[in-house]
T-cell receptor, first 113, second 113 residues
């Protein structure tokens, strides 16, 4: 079963615009992570936010976490064509270990020139 | 060289054949994982290992087996491949700790005819 569900499933924007994708999950978490996957390649870790944090920044990435709504959002500002990829949220449950990191189904982002 | 290396990168085989996918890592991590990715289903955990003597089933272990030959090597076997095992397979590693951040290989694309 999938812990995280991303929304939208696909997003197409123009270069320079901001991209926002959302993740909802079902059970209490220790942390939530976002990963990026270029087509047919391995996933790359982008950012981690712990359950006691509400917002985190890394470069052009901004992640928010609302544990009361069991949801997170990833904002990519001033997007570039190179940001074209699939983005996945993944959660580590509150009582779990890394073994229980479960992934959502992903958002496919297309950034056009 | 990549930190997490998977071989083969692509494999086409026939129903009933035995297949082994291999993973080696130079990150010095104790924890290793095998995930399967199918379109629209995200990543699902097949097996994971916290050390050489610790092997655990994941969400979808039926039809698969694993071997942890050394700290750096973790292989996935399909004893008798079937068409619905056609997928992209990923090996990942993580360090000891509660964050669960995963480091992925580039994937092995398996097609079972």
């Amino acid at each position: 079963s999938q812990q995280g569900e991303e929304d939208p499933q696909a997003l197409s924007i123009q270069e320079g615009e901001n991209a926002t994708m959302n993740c909802s999950y079902k059970t209490s978490i220790n942390n939530l992570q976002w990963y990026r996957q270029n087509s047919g390649r391995g996933l790359v870790h982008l950012i981690l936010i712990r359950s006691n944090e509400r917002e985190k920044h890394s470069g052009r990435l901004r992640v928010t976490l609302d544990t009361s709504k069991k949801s997170s959002s990833l904002l990519i500002t001033a997007s570039r064509a190179a940001d074209t990829a699939s983005y996945f949220c993944a959660t580590v449950p509150y009582t779990g270990t890394a073994s229980k990191l479960t992934f959502g189904t992903g958002t496919r982002l297309q950034v056009t020139l | 060289d990549a930190d997490v290396t998977q071989t083969p990168r692509n494999r086409i085989t026939k129903t009933g054949k035995r297949i082994m996918l291999e993973c080696s890592q130079t990150k010095g991590h104790d924890r290793m994982y095998w995930y399967r990715q199918d379109p629209g289903l995200g990543l699902r955990l097949i097996y994971y290992s916290f050390d050489v003597k610790d092997i655990n089933k994941g969400e979808i272990s039926d039809g698969y087996s694993v071997s942890r030959q050394a700290q750096a090597k973790f292989s996935l076997s399909l004893e008798s491949a079937i068409p619905n095992q056609t997928a992209l397979y990923f090996c990942a590693t993580s360090d000891f700790g509660d964050t669960g951040e995963l480091f992925f290989g580039e994937g092995s694309r398996l097609t079972v005819l």
